[in-house]
């Protein structure tokens, strides 16, 4: 019978075993594979806690060396079934999983045949982050989902993550890092006013250069140089200090920073000192001049597009933070559920924040001419080929339409993040946000401010739900749904540029006046 370790001491050797193996793998990823190798039970260390150190080595290793051999031993401790319902083990099978999804892809992220295998990745990053009770291990997931979203050109969702997993453990100065980087990236772009961007990014980085040491737990010695060579490339010494941005106007203003939720890329500084802060938009359209003398109509659809999504935002915000008049009265179903006209306008917003997707669903669909039914166009499906054998699914292995193709490789990065995101809302760890619309839409969701099981009676026509789990879910949905519209204002910036670049011969591109300036609004 193998001898009990009492838990302290096992997770002591655990930890410094850990650390002994990763400081050779920051100097020499192989030697710390041979050492790790060499581990045997002792008498502090058992069995099966010396597999999951070797399995960690040899991932973190093998990846550095672009070994995948190696990795695969690793991922395949992982897959074990006694382990892989822990969320330590999840995070790691993530790690695996993605370290070899990104040696086959050969420098060229988003390629469809490691869509599935990444969006797995992004499913088990996302279940270990909600599983854990640990804070290091939380944060480190939604940093590591944060990466896997920033190699696959979804930087808006990627700043999200990292902004959770900073709210998880704001020591960790990788996710601190991550922020930063992504800003320093929309600055070198030049697509956006770079004042705000610039200072948002110092406040990370000075944030990042308190947390050097726990930069060093999270990622190693890489952690660190990342973190250093931001601090040079934004000149900033010891003395630099963050600017502070404007108190928000209002709290709805507030609301929409704290939780990211303005059209604009500035959301540090939301709403501090503009009217009109929502001003993300599709500047131009480019026609041949023979072209007819209408309006195109992705004006009109974006108009729309953006309307619907700061009304949800408005539903949102008035049911979590705003006063409302409650005049209906009631019966109490002695099951801790909670009725009224907030739960059923979080409903109502949550609903309306996904329906946006399948909106920007058609828009592209018209705009980039990928045919089919216009009214029948659905977020999660219009990007790819399906197999009509199996009741119109997604075809497999995965495979763009052709028109979504041409684009793709024509350069339309932003056009991938769509298509990504539209696949993790088919299928991946996105999907809950359509499982509660469609409740929302067809049934009776039912939000519970206390669960007790075999309390309240089932049915298939009940959705019931913890009622501060599904604000998030609503506040998520709305995430998702911005993510989408500036993902899809890139798609046409990028496309109008290359259009305006390729036309021969006389071309016009179609600037319209504001519609508020002409309204006589302000």
Request: aromatic fraction near 8%; charged fraction near 25%.
């Amino acid at each position: 019978m193998a001898k009990q370790i009492p838990t302290k001491r096992l997770q002591a050797a655990v930890t410094a075993e850990r650390k002994r193996l990763y400081n050779i793998l920051d100097k020499d990823p192989a030697a710390a594979i041979e050492a790790a190798r060499r581990l045997r039970p002792r008498d502090d260390l058992n069995a099966v806690n010396i597999e999951r150190i070797r399995a960690m080595v040899f991932i973190e290793a093998g990846g550095k060396l672009n070994d995948a051999a190696i990795v695969t031993e690793g991922v395949d401790v992982f897959r074990s079934p006694s382990l892989v319902t822990f969320p330590d083990c999840i995070y790691n099978l993530a790690n695996g999983l993605a370290e070899l999804a990104r040696l086959q892809d050969l420098g060229k992220p988003g390629r469809l045949d490691t869509a599935d295998q990444r969006q797995k990745v992004r499913t088990l990053f996302q279940q270990a982050a909600d599983k854990s009770e640990h804070a290091s291990i939380r944060s480190s997931s939604l940093n590591n989902l944060a990466n896997q979203l920033k190699d696959s050109y979804r930087w808006i969702e990627a700043y999200d993550m990292y902004a959770a997993a900073i709210s998880a453990d704001p020591a960790n100065g990788v996710a601190l890092s991550g922020i930063a980087s992504l800003l320093r990236w929309r600055l070198k772009k030049q697509v956006d006013a770079d004042g705000p961007i610039r200072r948002a990014a110092v406040r990370y980085i000075l944030q990042a250069r308190a947390q050097l040491s726990a930069a060093h737990e999270y990622a190693g010695s890489r952690g660190v140089t990342r973190i250093e060579e931001l601090l040079k490339e934004f000149q900033l010494d010891d003395t630099a200090v963050p600017v502070k941005e404007l108190p928000p106007v209002s709290g709805y203003a507030d609301f929409v920073r704290r939780h990211r939720l303005a059209l604009c890329v500035d959301v540090e500084g939301v709403g501090a000192d503009v009217g009109r802060w929502d001003h993300l938009a599709i500047r131009s359209v480019t026609q041949p001049i023979e072209a007819a003398m209408e309006t195109p109509i992705i004006f009109s659809s974006w108009n729309v597009l953006k309307a619907d999504f700061l009304t949800a935002r408005w539903l949102a915000y008035t049911a979590l933070e705003g006063e409302l008049p409650e005049t209906g009265a009631y019966v109490d179903t002695l099951d801790y559920a909670r009725y009224g006209i907030k739960q059923s306008l979080l409903v109502m917003a949550q609903k309306a924040a996904v329906d946006v997707l399948d909106k920007v669903a058609a828009a592209a669909n018209v705009y980039l001419k990928i045919g089919g039914d216009p009214q029948a166009v659905y977020f999660g499906t219009c990007w790819h080929e399906r197999d009509k054998a199996k009741k119109g699914k997604l075809a497999t292995p995965l495979k763009w339409l052709k028109t979504v193709e041409d684009e793709i490789e024509a350069g339309n990065a932003a056009l991938i993040a769509l298509t990504e995101l539209a696949h993790d809302y088919y299928g991946g760890y996105l999907r809950s946000k359509k499982h509660a619309r469609n409740a929302g839409t067809h049934r009776f969701v039912v939000l519970h401010d206390l669960w007790v099981d075999g309390r309240a009676a089932s049915s298939p026509i009940l959705d019931r739900r913890k009622e501060n789990e599904f604000e998030q879910v609503a506040v998520e949905s709305l995430q998702v749904a911005r993510a989408a519209l500036f993902y899809f204002q890139e798609v046409v910036s990028v496309r109008e540029r290359r259009v305006r670049r390729s036309q021969k011969g006389l071309v016009a591109p179609l600037v319209l006046p504001s519609h508020h300036y002409v309204r006589g609004e302000d």
